[in-house]
């Protein structure tokens, strides 16, 4: 089965979303599913206003006709709610080819945020965007309960996974050892919460990994918080592990993959009871959750990390792929009484020729 996924968030962009397609792509491959993208590197980009380290495809709506037409796919798939999404919901539409989106971000709050758009407005949007599809994958319950409170249709479950092997705990201290090392990983930006997490009025050292908008100005207004920049791979995973706490003061995002990172290197999470949270942290076991993050940090703090590990093994990235191919498999397939595509049996294929 081949799949075409559009997606107007993609490298060298650091986020939640790209780090989703790039394992499904490595997991779906080894499931027999064939996936294909439409990215904006193959488009002409222009900087997102006022967040510059994005990067806003102008697609010819022609190419994306060319491009679709060679690619053939069984089954297209929309990830996001941008120009590329557009213009490939406009091919499928008149088309007629059935197709699945994602609801990955909270666009509304952003917009709303920066712009002062009302956020009923943005909804309306993306309602309308999601409507026409024959399916919504969403990425938690509680992101799926809100969702259905605002008119969203025909939603599908899919879980995210952590890289187990890479994020784990290590006997490290990159940031030193005198005292409570407090972590934060991901978009420096406004609607991220991070001042929530940098006023804190705690003990400790705070630590802020990755890049976004509003770094300079952090950076020139705490100057007693170690900002690393961007980080990736095993450069992460050190950081992960040097931490005693990781504070997550977002009230946006719909999962947080980096809770999960967070839990696999054996750090406790602290964090507001909210969407993403209230899915991925155990109370008590792997984090605390409390509407004041000063608290959620203190009971995080006195948390056993053996036990913390041990709540992130039950996520994989196979098992999230497998998801995503069942949904797609489902939506487009079953539900219409069309023939399910024959995928490629290369996983067992492989067993078989380690076997011998």
């Known amino acids: 089965m081949r799949v075409l996924v559009a997606t107007d968030a993609w490298r060298p962009q650091v ?8 394992r499904l792509l490595e997991e779906a491959e080894e499931l027999g599913c064939e996936i294909t993208l439409l990215t904006p590197q193959e488009f002409h980009t222009v900087p997102c206003p006022t967040y510059p380290e994005i990067r806003l495809a102008l697609p010819a709506y022609s190419y994306v006709i060319e491009r679709l037409d060679l690619i053939n796919p069984d089954a297209v798939h929309i990830a996001t709610e941008g120009p590329i999404g557009w213009m490939t919901r406009r091919y499928c539409k008149k088309r007629g080819v059935p197709f699945t989106t994602a ?3 909270r666009f509304p709050e952003y917009v709303s945020s920066r712009f002062g758009v009302p956020e009923a407005w943005t909804y309306a949007l993306q309602r309308r965007f999601h409507a026409a599809g024959a399916g919504m994958m969403v990425a938690s319950e509680s992101l799926r309960r809100d969702l259905e409170a605002r008119g969203f249709e025909r939603m599908m479950s899919w879980t995210r996974g952590v890289d187990t092997d890479l994020f784990r705990p290590r006997d490290i201290r990159l940031f030193g050892s005198d005292e409570p090392v407090l972590l934060y990983v991901g978009r420096v930006a406004i609607e991220k919460n991070i001042k929530a997490f940098l006023d804190l009025d705690v003990a400790g ?3 802020v990994v990755g890049s976004g908008p509003m770094l300079e100005t952090y950076k020139a207004a705490y100057p007693d918080v170690t900002f690393t920049g961007k980080l990736v791979g095993e450069a992460l995973a050190d950081a992960y592990a ?4 990781f504070v997550f003061p977002s009230l946006t995002d719909t999962f947080g993959i980096v809770l999960l990172e967070a839990i696999a290197s054996g750090v406790p999470v602290a964090a507001f009871p909210v969407t993403g949270p209230i899915d ?11 509407e004041d993050l000063a608290v959620a940090v203190s009971a995080a703090l006195e948390l056993d990390r053996a036990k913390v590990r041990e709540g992130a093994l039950s996520f994989s990235w196979e098992n999230a792929a497998r998801m995503f191919i069942g949904n797609i498999e489902n939506a487009l397939f079953a539900r219409q009484g069309r023939r399910v595509p024959q995928r490629k049996r290369r996983r067992l294929i492989k067993r078989r020729a380690e076997a011998r």
């Open 15 to 22: 986020n939640g979303v790209v780090r989703t397609y790039e």
């Open 103 to 105: 609801f990955h971000t």
């Open 205 to 207: 050292r705070k630590v």
């Open 242 to 245: 040097s931490a005693d706490v």
């Open 280 to 290: 991925n942290v155990t109370p008590g076991v792997t984090g605390a959750l409390n």
